[in-house]
């Protein structure tokens, strides 16, 4: 990722919008996309698993997998905002000791990073320029599942990209979105020897779930 892309990340997700979203997560639970991604990966057992959650946000994957048997969790996240959220929720439920953070560009910090039988990024390939380092990086790291929510490459999408990214540039942050070809992205993942079985689409928004 370029240090660009990372110091819009810190700007855009910052204090502010991460104790917004803690407090959305604690009122009404993990947003739709996400709880269905959860549902999906749940649904093969969670207890005495391990999880590698990259761009975890407040932690909402990580805390609803602790709560239902998870071993341990590690987060990686280029939010330091989003971190601390994270971690204090993870305190907050009791789960502070069973998980680990690290903050910066995962591609980066890959080497570092142990294989989870478990990895998912929510809503973070759409932040990430060089998609086939970070979904190759990525799923190489997932000992049996692999799961993901991206944006959609469809008519809308590709219409809203451009606007989205002219309104960070007006306010002069260097944080953009981007809409990676849905073939491209399957292609990556499935050439580390994951295969697709769950696939559900929203109007934006596609969760896909494979398994090695």
């Given at each position: ?8 990340i810190e700007t855009f997700f ?23 991604l959860i549902e999906a990966l ?105 799961g993901v929510v991206y944006p ?61």
């Amino acid at each position: 990722m370029h240090c660009c892309q990372c110091e819009g990340i810190e700007t855009f997700f910052d204090k502010k919008v991460a104790k917004r979203d803690l407090k959305r997560y604690r009122k009404k639970g993990p947003v739709r996309t996400t709880r269905i991604l959860i549902e999906a990966l749940t649904s093969n057992g969670i207890p005495g698993q391990t999880l590698l959650d990259i761009g975890g946000g407040v932690g909402a994957i990580q805390h609803e997998f602790l709560k239902a048997g998870l071993e341990n969790a590690t987060n990686v996240d280029a939010s330091k905002a989003y971190i601390a959220s994270a971690q204090e929720e993870a305190g907050r439920q009791g789960f502070a000791d069973r998980v680990s953070y690290h903050h910066g560009d995962f591609v980066d910090l890959a080497p570092e990073i142990e294989e989870a039988d478990i990895v998912t990024l929510d809503r973070v390939i759409c932040c990430y320029d060089d998609m086939e380092r970070l979904v190759g990086l990525s799923a190489e790291r997932a000992g049996k599942l692999y799961g993901v929510v991206y944006p959609r490459d469809n008519w809308l999408m590709k219409v809203a990209r451009p606007v989205i990214n002219f309104v960070f540039w007006l306010k002069g942050n260097p944080f953009r979105m981007f809409v990676h070809p849905t073939q491209a992205v399957d292609t990556r993942i499935q050439e580390s020897g994951l295969k697709p079985y769950f696939h559900r689409k929203t109007a934006i928004w596609q969760v896909v779930v494979y398994a090695r």
